[in-house]
């Protein structure tokens, strides 16, 4: 699932891309992705594409950067040490996740400044997900299992993404990710197969709380969705929110009965016509005012977030006095040399 023939375009054929006139560049541009086509950062590309896909790799990077949050406030409440180089781990992994992104995004010409700037100043979003609240440890588990599960039904498909630099930054992120959701599983599973009573409510109750937030992951049902069908014909998006969403809860119902836990939506039932399972209606108005701003966390991830970057100031500082330190000191051999 994780191979990929990520070939450039022959170098005449994208010569001959940058020698014509905009409409006509702009139709070669369209049959190219059209016809499965990569796109490298050096190629023409329209505008719209270029600005569509800064939004969301960046607010992609964004996402990852802003999921170490909540994650990192449970590292010194780990149940065992195991668990707590396991969470290390996989927070580790999201800032990288992050900064292959902002990579990517940079490919784009727009630096990472300006991109976190956007993010600071609350212009550029990240996933509504990370403005709910984990308020046990049995929210960790449940974040691996269901969020980063998510997050491997969006992202395997962007494998395949025209824009080849987001493409293969996706291939290694779904690898990581296959292990955030399996060690989350894994702590769900100890907690219900070996756990107290006690612990069993405790991953129902995170399950209850996360699973409907989850779906929401997937965005807007097709029919609403603003961007959709452009990023379809560019190659951007290869399968609409809608099938990502019941392949999603497809996966998961099995998955549920596994670990012994109730999926909280009684209207959950075996399509036999359909061949996928029916589930019950998502509440767009709460999705809406989370994406809005007014989500439980929203000020509080913010804010956090603000302050790690203002935290790390001198960090930034050093490195910068000690790489123009290095240069001069590399000048001054090169002249007595
Ligand atoms: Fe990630
Ligand atoms: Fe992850």
């Not at 902002?102 to 490919?107: F, G, L, P, Q, S």
């Not at 107290?196 to 989850?214: H, I, K, L, N, Y």
């Not at 969705?225 to 969403?245: C, F, M, P, T, Y």
């Amino acid at each position: 699932m994780y191979t990929q023939a990520m070939d450039l375009a022959p170098q005449d054929e994208r010569l001959a891309l940058q020698a014509t006139g905009d409409a006509e560049r702009e139709a070669r541009f369209e049959a190219h992705v059209a016809a499965g086509g990569w796109v490298e950062p050096k190629d023409w590309m329209p505008d719209h594409y270029r600005r569509t896909l800064v939004r969301q790799i960046s607010q992609h990077a964004h996402s990852e950067i802003v999921g170490m949050l909540p994650e990192g406030n449970w590292v010194t409440r780990a149940p065992t040490l195991e668990r707590k180089t396991i969470l290390l781990a996989k927070i580790q992994d999201e800032a990288g996740h992050g900064l292959y992104l902002y990579a990517a995004a940079e490919t784009l010409g727009t630096s990472r400044d300006e991109m976190l700037a956007a993010l600071h100043s609350g212009q550029a979003k990240y996933s509504s997900i990370f403005n709910y609240p984990t308020l046990t440890w049995a929210d960790i588990g449940t974040i691996g299992w269901l969020v980063d599960g998510a997050a491997i039904m969006n992202q395997v498909p962007l494998t395949r993404c025209s824009y080849a630099p987001y493409a293969r930054a996706m291939v290694r992120v779904c690898r990581e990710e296959s292990f955030h959701q399996r060690q989350g599983f894994s702590s769900l599973l100890t907690m219900m197969k070996d756990g107290t009573g006690e612990q069993r409510a405790m991953v129902q109750d995170a399950v209850d709380r996360w699973w409907w937030p989850c779906l929401m992951m997937f965005g807007p049902p097709d029919g609403q969705s603003v961007h959709g069908a452009q990023s379809a014909r560019w190659g951007i998006k290869r399968v609409s929110n809608d099938e990502l969403r019941q392949k999603f809860v497809d996966a998961c119902v099995q998955q549920a009965e596994v670990l012994g836990v109730t999926l909280p939506d009684p209207d959950l039932k075996w399509n036999d016509a359909r061949g996928h399972w029916d589930f019950g209606a998502i509440d767009w108005s709460e999705f809406w005012r989370v994406v809005g701003g007014h989500g439980p966390c929203n000020r509080e991830r913010l804010a956090a977030r603000v302050k790690a970057w203002d935290d790390g100031a001198w960090v930034r500082e050093a490195a910068l006095a000690h790489a123009q330190k290095q240069a001069a000191r590399a000048a001054k051999t090169l002249e007595a040399a």
